[in-house]
């Protein structure tokens, strides 16, 4: 997110990837609300007799749900690496500092208003990768190549676990009309609960992509022309082989997800994020391409990356509002909620625009 580059010059394709990432990310956690707190990302389409909730439903599950969380934590690996750049050495504890405030936040966010945070894994990340800044780029591949083999183990693990016959009673869903008390209790157990699972098991998958990340800062792949060659060739080898992969798993749990089913919906959660990794990488180069050649794209895009944590936050304290029961308790279909979600990020980015230099205030005070 924006706050992780701001010791370092601005780039402003890395802002403008930023800003488009944020959109996906805005959409699942809207769309995927009623899921929670047991199932998800996404919720079964709703109404369940609507073809076009059908449609969509699909399509989100195919082409969006993991790519915004993915992208973002590629890019905060690949921020770590231009602020490197930009600071000496010296700055360590600026750094933690950073964390430790990104973690404090991602904590009351968790809590308090989404169970769904996702700064408190970017943190406990950080601080794995402090380490690495000065490292060389061969001792980080080497770093790199044990993360690949532990996530190929844990993906084992978790299709084992998931042979197993479900016992867990369900939880309460979030969106049931209950006290302000109440549904934060709730809320926060199943954070907490997730947190501690999610940091024991599941901190390898996004600690690869910011590894990766990391890697491709020290390139200088997004912005450097040498690589521009290579970014497009690895576009178009990969992009529709990409999009099959993804639309083909989908197709294959769709009768499961699309009422709801807790054994395929569980094996979606378990891998739907590797498909996803292959059609980020032949994606991104393709936009970053375009950006490129589109500097009037890239100028409308690049505002809103210098402000999406605050951004992110306030698209959890609408859904809270909105959908939660401490809230509205309101559940407007997958087509409604996809329309409000991209309209609550089109208002983000004309905001991003009306503030010009100025920084939204989560973004200010985590730069201190």
């Given at each position: 997110?924006s706050?992780?580059?701001?010791?370092?010059?601005?780039?402003?394709?890395?802002?403008?990837?930023?800003?488009?990432?944020?959109?996906?990310?805005?959409?699942?956690?809207?769309?995927?609300?009623?899921?929670?707190?047991?199932?998800?990302?996404?919720?079964?389409p709703?109404?369940a007799?609507?073809p076009?909730?059908?449609?969509?439903?699909?399509?989100?599950?195919?082409?969006?749900?993991?790519?915004?969380?993915?992208?973002?934590?590629?890019?905060?690996?690949?921020?770590?690496?231009?602020?490197?750049?930009?600071?000496?050495?010296?700055?360590?504890?600026?750094?933690?500092?950073?964390?430790?405030?990104?973690?404090?936040?991602?904590?009351?966010?968790?809590?308090?208003?989404?169970?769904?945070d996702?700064?408190?894994?970017?943190?406990?990340?950080?601080?794995?990768?402090?380490?690495?800044?000065?490292r060389?780029?061969?001792?980080?591949?080497?770093?790199?190549?044990?993360?690949?083999?532990?996530?190929?183990?844990?993906?084992?693990?978790?299709?084992?676990?998931?042979?197993?016959?479900?016992t867990t009673?369900?939880?309460?869903?979030?969106?049931?009309?209950?006290?302000?008390?109440?549904?934060?209790?709730?809320?926060?157990?199943?954070?907490?609960?997730?947190?501690?699972?999610?940091?024991?098991?599941?901190?390898?998958?996004p600690?690869?992509?910011?590894?990766?990340?990391?890697?491709?800062?020290?390139l200088?792949?997004?912005?450097?022309?040498?690589?521009?060659?290579?970014?497009?060739?690895?576009?178009?080898r990969?992009?529709w082989?990409?999009?099959?992969?993804?639309?083909?798993?989908v197709?294959?749990?769709?009768?499961?997800?699309?009422?709801?089913d807790?054994?395929?919906s569980?094996?979606?959660?378990?891998g739907?994020l590797?498909?996803?990794?292959?059609?980020l990488?032949?994606?991104?180069?393709?936009?970053?391409?375009?950006?490129?050649?589109?500097?009037?794209?890239?100028?409308?895009?690049?505002?809103?990356?210098?402000h999406?944590?605050?951004?992110?936050?306030?698209s959890?304290?609408?859904?809270?509002?909105?959908?939660?029961?401490?809230?509205?308790?309101?559940?407007?279909?997958?087509?409604?909620?996809l329309?409000?979600?991209?309209?609550?990020?089109?208002?983000?980015?004309?905001?991003?625009?009306?503030?010009?230099?100025?920084?939204?205030p989560l973004?200010?005070?985590?730069?201190?």
């Amino acid at each position: 997110m924006s706050h992780i580059a701001s010791s370092a010059p601005r780039i402003a394709v890395i802002d403008a990837l930023r800003a488009l990432a944020l959109m996906p990310v805005v959409i699942v956690n809207w769309v995927g609300y009623p899921a929670l707190p047991d199932m998800g990302p996404l919720s079964p389409p709703a109404p369940a007799d609507s073809p076009l909730a059908q449609g969509l439903s699909f399509l989100l599950h195919a082409l969006v749900a993991g790519k915004g969380i993915s992208l973002l934590a590629f890019l905060f690996g690949y921020s770590q690496a231009l602020s490197h750049r930009a600071r000496s050495v010296d700055a360590l504890p600026h750094r933690q500092q950073r964390l430790q405030r990104m973690a404090v936040l991602g904590l009351l966010h968790g809590c308090l208003i989404y169970m769904g945070d996702i700064l408190t894994t970017y943190a406990v990340c950080g601080w794995v990768m402090l380490g690495w800044m000065a490292r060389r780029l061969s001792e980080v591949r080497v770093r790199l190549r044990v993360i690949v083999v532990l996530n190929g183990l844990i993906l084992l693990l978790a299709v084992v676990l998931a042979q197993m016959p479900v016992t867990t009673p369900t939880s309460l869903p979030l969106t049931t009309p209950m006290s302000w008390a109440s549904w934060v209790i709730q809320n926060a157990a199943h954070y907490l609960i997730m947190l501690v699972s999610f940091v024991i098991l599941g901190l390898p998958l996004p600690l690869l992509l910011m590894t990766l990340g990391l890697m491709a800062g020290r390139l200088r792949l997004f912005s450097h022309p040498r690589w521009r060659p290579a970014l497009a060739a690895w576009a178009r080898r990969w992009g529709w082989p990409a999009v099959v992969l993804n639309v083909a798993c989908v197709t294959f749990l769709w009768p499961g997800l699309s009422v709801g089913d807790v054994r395929d919906s569980s094996r979606y959660a378990i891998g739907y994020l590797y498909p996803t990794l292959l059609l980020l990488s032949a994606v991104v180069p393709a936009l970053v391409l375009m950006l490129h050649r589109r500097p009037r794209w890239l100028r409308l895009l690049a505002p809103m990356g210098r402000h999406t944590l605050t951004i992110y936050i306030g698209s959890s304290v609408v859904s809270l509002l909105l959908f939660s029961g401490a809230g509205l308790a309101w559940q407007p279909g997958t087509a409604a909620t996809l329309l409000l979600a991209l309209i609550y990020w089109g208002g983000g980015l004309l905001l991003s625009h009306l503030l010009g230099s100025r920084r939204l205030p989560l973004e200010a005070w985590l730069s201190r």
